[in-house]
Nanobody, 117 residues
Framework: VQLVESGGGLVQAGGSLRLSCAAS????????MGWYHQAPGKERELVAA???????YYSDSVKGRFTISRDNAKSTLYLQMNSLKPEDTAMYYC????????????WGQGTRVTVSS
């Protein structure tokens, strides 16, 4: 499975971005999908996830501002980010689990999001 993110960039505080993650390869093996972010000097953190049947999870820091969705027909994962804050500045990584398991084993290379104040 290969995951390729796109959609990052520079935005002012209060603005919006939509990240995309295109999956290819053995996509039938994908289970849950998620978005992690990693700010400089900090650990990678799960910010949103979606199961194969559409159940979602959000970290407290993004709840109410970010929306995760997946289009299985297009093999694409999305993250709509609204009301962005400078503290959202980070590398954002798309990740996926093998179907029926909980560990994220497939990773993209990341896309950078910078939010200016």
């Amino acid at each position: 499975v290969q995951l390729v993110e796109s959609g990052g960039g520079l935005v002012q505080a209060g603005g919006s971005l939509r990240l995309s993650c295109a999956a290819s390869g053995s996509i039938f093996s994908i289970g849950n999908m998620g978005w992690y972010h990693q700010a400089p000097g900090k650990e990678r953190e799960l910010v949103a996830a979606i199961s194969s049947d559409g159940n979602t999870y959000y970290s407290d820091s993004v709840k109410g501002r970010f929306t995760i969705s997946r289009d299985n027909a297009k093999s694409t994962l999305y993250l709509q980010m609204n009301s962005l804050k400078p503290e959202d500045t980070a590398m954002y990584y798309c990740a996926a689990t093998y179907f029926g398991t909980s560990e994220y084993i497939y990773w993209g290379q990341g896309t950078r999001v910078t939010v200016s104040s």
